[in-house]
Nanobody, 129 residues
Framework: QAQLVESGGGSVQVAGSLTLSCTAS????????MGWFRQAPGKEREAVAT????????YSADSVQGRFTISLDSSKNTANLQMNNLKVEDAAIYYC??????????????????????WGKGTQVTVSS
């Protein structure tokens, strides 16, 4: 069973920056999608940013465009989320997600939660004003 380990969460002041990392292990096949989702208290989980492994195509929520950047280091099986200019409303538990396939050249969608089969335990991001 695939394992996803997140790191990099923490506390930061408004306008600050954080980088989250997620490393995948114990999976078989090829990585198709990796992404970050978040859930704030009382709110539903939402997609923050995702990336398709084959061609690097990314998706990001409107609320984070221009501030968050997702990247994938395939050699390390690691997805990073660079978060800049953080706002109070960005505070949440951030979850890493990934999917794997026997097909390396995956060109399907990676934009929604339905594209993901494996999830990390989450890392807390706190933003204070």
């Amino acid at each position: 069973q695939a394992q996803l380990v997140e790191s990099g969460g923490g506390s930061v002041q408004v306008a600050g920056s954080l980088t989250l990392s997620c490393t995948a292990s114990r999976y078989t096949g090829f990585t198709t999608c990796m992404g970050w989702f978040r859930q704030a208290p009382g709110k539903e989980r939402e997609a923050v940013a995702t990336i398709r492994a084959w061609d690097g195509r990314t998706y990001s929520a409107d609320s984070v465009q221009g501030r968050f950047t997702i990247s994938l280091d395939s050699s390390k099986n690691t997805a990073n989320l660079q978060m800049n200019n953080l706002k109070v409303e960005d505070a949440a538990i951030y979850y890493c997600a990934a999917s794997f396939s026997t097909v390396q050249q995956y060109l399907g969608s990676c934009s929604g939660a339905g594209a993901f089969r494996s999830w990390g335990k989450g890392t807390q991001v706190t933003v204070s004003s």
